[in-house]
């Protein structure tokens, strides 16, 4: 087979890839080596700004097939029929460390699904964890800043990670969780997926319902002790990557089942918990998990940077039957997400492969911009209303309009009767078997004990205590123990 002819950017063939042209032997390049200008200036732009968060993931293509009738919930299409597939893509990701940090850490593990649905795409952008550490989205830059690298020491600061927590007692639910034996998966297959906020879902008739997504793994959950992960993050820092990217290659193909929990709107007013509130669960009790359907991951993606790198998720791209619950973090997510994408990759990214609707096509007046592709025809007019048989609204809201009231202000979150920043953290101390309070306790102190302040340290203890007398008290002594 005669090989194939290696060409430049605009396809003329080069004739010399490991000589570049100079004037004389030995003597100085030649500015009119066109293929060595374009080769060192393309190779010095191979990087795009990483993503500020969850820099570093994973991606694998899928399905979801719908198992369980919830059509008396949602009109959304792609769940309308017992059977019915819709190809999805997903993007598993750490949170804090960078775009080169090892996987096998303690930290929340990103859950991003996107569904390639036939009324446009549906991005479910969630984490492996049902709470999470704030309740404001205005604290989240600052949250942030706190956990990833101290800007003068260019390390993760327990100093500024314990501090901020210190300061936010409604994180004292989601440490917990994060402290635990599931705050390190043993790999991305090992882990559950939530969509933790509240979302609301609307059926044919209207009828408003407030839903909590579950992603339970069929692998089973798995976890890495913290002695067992720092061995692993030592003998390959891609440890999930590798997991994920050979299960696939082998044709042993990860699955979910997805559930839902599912409030009718009515109730939230008077649930115990504010049902908006991202550090609070609802118990399986007064909401049982129902089931939806199975998510099944079976193709790798051909190429990292193209379609794992550059996907985009968006928590407010829904379809109709799916819309935002009140959750002011969630309402804060709505605009940063898009806008991180056009900073990242340009304004034009919905028109990457992987971002671009696949069971249908979008239709807008929406042009130009940096590396348009899809601009319209001659055809297409760029304004609308128009004349011309241009794509026009539809008239059907996506999802059930909500009641508000009350005055426009800074308001802190609306209390319900059992609200408040502890009692679950308690509960979920409470579950715990003796081993894992143990393993607890022992994470927490190893953290806590690195901080250079008593305030900061007596005000996280208080959070503990506060939680449960014994989880304070525990944890308290074996901070002391590890500072004496
Ligand atoms: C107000 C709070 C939050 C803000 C402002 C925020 C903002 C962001 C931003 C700017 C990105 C980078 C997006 C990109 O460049 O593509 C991101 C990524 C991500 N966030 Fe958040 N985030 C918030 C809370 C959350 C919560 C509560 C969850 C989970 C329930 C979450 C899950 C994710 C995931 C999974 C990704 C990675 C998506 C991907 O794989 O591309 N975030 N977030």
């Known amino acids: 087979m005669s090989k194939r002819v290696l060409t430049t950017e605009s396809g003329a063939p080069v004739a010399d890839n490991q000589n570049s042209a100079t004037a004389g032997v030995g003597g100085p390049l030649l500015l009119q080596d066109q293929h060595l200008l374009e080769k060192l200036a393309r190779f010095n732009r191979e990087r795009i700004p990483e993503r500020v968060v969850h820099a570093r993931g994973s991606g694998a293509y899928g399905y979801f097939e719908v198992t369980d009738d919830v059509t008396a919930y949602t009109k959304a299409d792609f769940l309308g029929e017992v059977g019915k597939k819709t190809e999805l893509f997903i993007r598993f990701s750490t949170v804090a460390d960078s775009l080169g940090g090892a996987d096998a850490v303690r930290d929340p593990r990103g859950f991003a699904v996107k569904f390639y649905t036939e009324e446009g795409n549906y991005d479910l952008v969630g984490n492996n964890t049902p709470v999470f550490f704030i309740k404001d989205p205005i604290k989240f830059p600052d949250f942030i800043h706190s956990q990833k690298r101290d800007p003068f020491t260019g390390r993760q600061e327990p100093d500024n990670v314990w501090d901020f927590w210190a300061h936010a007692p409604e994180a004292t639910h989601q440490v917990t969780w994060l402290m635990g034996d599931r705050g390190i998966p043993a790999s991305y297959r090992h882990m559950n997926g939530y969509g933790s906020h509240t979302y609301q879902w609307t059926n044919e008739a209207g009828e408003a319902f407030f839903v909590k997504y579950h992603f339970k793994t069929n692998q089973g959950v798995r976890s890495l002790s913290a002695d067992q992960a720092a061995e692993l993050v030592g003998s390959d820092g891609n440890s999930h990557q590798t997991d994920l990217l050979q299960s696939i290659e082998r044709g042993v ?30 118990p399986h009790a007064d909401y049982p998990l129902q089931r939806v359907g199975r998510m099944v991951l079976d193709r790798n993606p051909d190429n990292v940077f193209a379609e794992v790198e550059q996907s985009a998720f968006s928590p407010n791209n829904f379809v109709p039957g799916i819309g935002p619950s009140p959750d002011k973090m969630l309402q804060g997510r709505l605009f940063a997400y898009a806008d991180a994408h056009r900073y990242r990759l340009g304004v034009n990214h919905t028109q990457l492969p992987v971002n671009a609707p696949k069971a249908t096509t979008a239709q807008n007046y929406g042009r130009d911009g940096l590396m348009a592709t ?12 128009n004349s011309y048989q241009g794509p026009a609204q539809t008239d059907a809201a996506l999802s059930a309009p909500l009641a508000i009231h009350g005055w426009t ?13 502890f009692f679950q953290a308690g509960e979920l101390y409470r579950l715990m078997s003796e ?27 208080a959070h503990f205590a506060a939680a449960d007398a014994d989880y304070g008290k525990r944890v308290e002594e074996a901070v002391r123990a590890l500072r004496d």
């Not at 202000?409 to 920043?421: I, L, S, V």
């Not at 309070?437 to 340290?457: C, F, P």
């Open 374 to 385: 899809r601009n319209g025809s001659r055809h297409d007019k760029n304004y609308e209303p």
């Open 253 to 282: 193909y990860p699955s979910w089942t997805l559930y839902v929990q599912v409030m009718p709107a009515a109730e939230a007013a008077e649930y115990r918990f504010n049902p908006f509130d991202l550090t609070k669960v609802w």
């Open 409 to 421: 202000g800074t308001h802190a979150a609306p209390q319900h009767t059992k609200d408040d920043d």
């Open 435 to 461: 081993d894992e309070k143990q393993r607890l306790v022992a994470n927490i102190a190893g953290g806590l004990a690195q901080v250079s302040r008593d305030d900061v340290i007596e005000k996280n203890l």
